[in-house]
């Protein structure tokens, strides 16, 4: 192994994994290190979201997911009696309406193949035990499985290294938040009559939630929650005759699991990091927040600080860009990370509340608000994490008239131009114009409307499209001038 990196990543997670996986496409060259000796076997986070999708088929390696999946097409929230809501993905503004059950397992595998099949071999049993910003490059200390020790110098450190991360510990960052003083169990198996099965199934009974989520075929997850903690440490993992308890008791006495893959209980953390960036090293996923899983976005909102994060590292690496560009990662995933905490703080609060009025009040409004269409799709754009954009950024401007079209932060809603690999900004508006910024800046910009991009010129507005999808810059195409000087901004 080469005992220099331009990027070393620590944590071959999920979150590691698509890091990795990004930055080799930009033709970076990375090490990524796991202290497990195997990939999980479980099957943790069970949803790639629609956005995540989008992500990955605009890095072009969406395809491999989709056979391993399963589409779930809404999800019904039910008190034991009647079905009170139903939310559908069907409308959910993408060109994946579904949410793709996949346990993260296989999540994982095929991130692994890919990076594998890129010349890029996950080092297991290497663990991260201690490293030092130098300026000019990060020093790491690697202890492999036979006790050796290895220095590495790296460009830059990425910790991808979950909850515990031995990276956040480095950079004597604050985990802030607390613990839920509540347990909760989880039993992964075979479920028979639990129809429709292409749907979630939410059960709110006076006594808790009990959640069940397909996985494939007849396998299922189901999760509950257990009150008020008592004692110090996590309860012991459930029975399967426990589990069936309370599957009978707040869904319905047909309902039993068979053959247990696993059974498991767990508290529930709401913590987050306030900067997930100290000079050279950078946080990302569980290693920067970890939350309730209720809303099914721990994983997916550690991808995409991933996407965030690697083009414009690759971009800084190849000397496209300057440094500066990598001072916007920061602000625009803590923004990200505290929405997705405080939308899953919520949900967790609404879904286990015991008090039997509150219970009438939140049973009526689920009722009456999920009637409305457009309710339920912005409820649903807000599950698949489509709604997300970043309009506060450093890094998005808005100037003058840029017509009808998606606004500066927010996402563009097609397929990026192939032609543009995900790895430029895609100038979209007058051929001449776009033509014209590209051929001033090749190294960041391509051209929608140039040969091979099969991109669509919009009718009006001159806007520059980032690598990850969001528009960066939306103004006046009589204004040619601003944009250029958004590109000088940040060229190399
Ligand atoms: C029961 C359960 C259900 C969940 N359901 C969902 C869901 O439905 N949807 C969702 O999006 N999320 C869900 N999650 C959360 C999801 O599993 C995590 O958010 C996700 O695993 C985070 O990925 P990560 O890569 O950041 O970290 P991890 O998956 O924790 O990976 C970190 C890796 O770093 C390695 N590592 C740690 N320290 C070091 C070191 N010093 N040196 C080298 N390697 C190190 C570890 O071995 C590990 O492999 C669930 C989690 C649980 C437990």
Redesign the pocket.
């Known amino acids: 192994m080469p005992d220099h990196a331009r990027v070393l990543v620590?944590?071959?997670?999920?979150?590691?994994?698509?890091l990795a996986n990004e930055l080799v496409r930009h033709g970076i060259s990375v090490r990524i290190?796991?202290?497990?000796a195997e990939?999980?076997d479980?099957?943790?986070?069970?949803?790639?979201?629609s956005r995540s999708l989008e992500l990955f088929d605009d890095a072009g390696y969406a395809e491999p997911f989709l056979p391993a999946g399963f589409q779930c097409r809404g999800a019904q929230i039910s008190n034991g009696k009647e079905v009170m809501a139903r939310v559908s993905f069907d409308s959910v503004d993408s060109r994946y309406a579904y949410a793709l059950m996949i346990p993260?397992s296989e999540t994982?595998r095929i991130l692994e193949e890919r990076l594998a099949a890129h010349g890029v071999r996950v080092e297991r049993s290497?663990?991260?035990?201690a490293f030092a910003d130098k300026g000019t490059v990060v020093e790491a200390t690697?202890r492999k499985a036979d006790g050796a020790t290895e220095t590495l110098t790296a460009d830059w450190l990425a910790g991808?290294?979950?909850?515990?991360?031995?990276?956040r510990h480095g950079l004597e960052f604050a985990f802030e938040g607390n613990t839920l003083e509540s347990d909760w169990i989880?039993g992964d198996g075979f479920i028979s009559g639990l129809e429709p099965n292409d749907r979630l199934h939410i059960f709110w009974h006076r006594d808790g939630i009990l959640a069940f989520?397909p996985i494939v075929g007849s396998r299922w997850?189901v999760?509950a929650d257990f009150g008020v903690a008592t004692g110090g440490g996590r309860r012991p993992d459930p029975s399967l005759d426990e589990v069936n308890e309370v599957m009978a008791h707040r869904g319905s006495p047909t309902l039993a699991m068979t053959d247990p893959v696993w059974l498991?209980s767990?508290r529930i953390n709401e913590r987050k990091v306030r900067d997930y960036r100290k000079g050279r090293v950078f946080l990302?996923?569980?290693?920067?927040h970890?939350h309730s899983?209720a809303?099914?976005?721990?994983?997916?909102?550690?991808?995409h600080?991933a996407f965030n994060l690697a083009w414009k590292l690759a971009l800084v690496i190849k000397g496209s860009a300057k440094p500066a560009l990598l001072d916007s990662y920061s602000p625009e995933r803590t923004a990200v990370g505290e929405r997705v905490l405080r939308n899953a703080g919520r949900l967790t609060e609404v879904a286990t509340l015991r008090n039997p009025v509150l219970q009438g009040i939140r049973n009526t409004v689920a009722r009456f608000a999920t009637s409305f269409p457009f309710v339920q799709h912005k409820m649903a754009n807000a599950l698949t994490e489509m709604d997300i954009g970043y309009p506060e950024s450093p890094l998005t401007v808005r100037d003058g008239d840029a017509g009808p079209g998606p606004k500066a932060g927010e996402r563009w809603p097609e397929k990026l131009p192939a032609g543009s690999g995900g790895m430029k900004f895609v100038a979209a508006g007058p051929a001449d114009i776009t033509a014209a910024l590209a051929a001033k800046y090749p190294q960041l910009v391509v051209a929608a409307n140039a040969p091979g991009t099969q991109g669509r010129a919009p009718a009006s507005g001159l806007r520059l499209i980032r690598p990850d999808g969001y528009v960066g810059y939306a103004g006046s195409a009589q204004d040619p001038l601003h944009a250029e000087a958004y590109l000088s901004t940040l060229a190399g």
């Open positions: 620590v944590g071959a997670g999920p979150v590691g994994l698509t290190v796991d202290k497990a990939r999980t479980k099957s943790k986070a069970l949803v790639l979201w993260q994982e290497v663990e991260l035990t690697l991808c290294d979950g909850a515990h991360s031995t990276v989880l989520f997850r999760v498991a767990f990302a996923g569980d290693a920067a970890i899983p809303g099914g976005q721990g994983m997916n909102t550690g991808m600080d």
